[in-house]
């Protein structure tokens, strides 16, 4: 059964960092394509980053340079450090898997198991 859970969100001003942490369960996860998305109320599900399981890290245009995405593979955790947050960074930040090593795709629909989510909120 495959589980993803984040953590790590929370409220800061502008110019502040978080890191957002997502953990990791299921046979086969340390072949997986994670990525990150995030979302606010009536809009749709925004790609943010995906790492793959050769370490390869892309990221929105928007985050490049403020955010890092990294894989510790012995917690089984993919994390994104953020920082220089914006206020438009605020959102609700998802982890999710994709069943293969590459990160071919970043729509939502070629993305299976998601976590709850974590609620970033940057203030000016």
């Known amino acids: 059964q495959v589980h993803l859970e984040e953590s790590g969100g929370g409220s800061v001003q502008a110019g502040g960092s978080l890191e957002l942490s997502c953990a990791i369960s299921?046979?086969?996860?340390?072949?997986?394509?994670i990525a990150w998305f995030r979302q606010n109320p009536g809009t749709q599900r925004e790609w943010v980053s995906s790492?793959?399981?050769?370490?390869?890290?892309t990221y929105v245009d928007s985050v490049k340079g403020r955010f890092f995405i990294s894989r510790d593979r012995v917690k089984n955790i993919v994390s994104l450090q953020m920082k220089s947050l914006k206020p438009e960074d605020t959102a609700m930040y998802y982890c999710?898997?994709?069943?293969?090593?590459?990160?071919?795709?970043?729509?939502?629909?070629?993305?299976?198991?998601w976590g709850q989510g974590t609620q970033v909120t940057v203030s000016s």
């Open positions: 999710a898997n994709r069943y293969s090593g590459a990160c071919l795709s970043n729509s939502r629909d070629d993305f299976y198991n």
């Open positions: 299921g046979t086969g996860s340390s072949g997986w394509c």
């Open positions: 790492i793959s399981t050769q370490d390869a890290a």
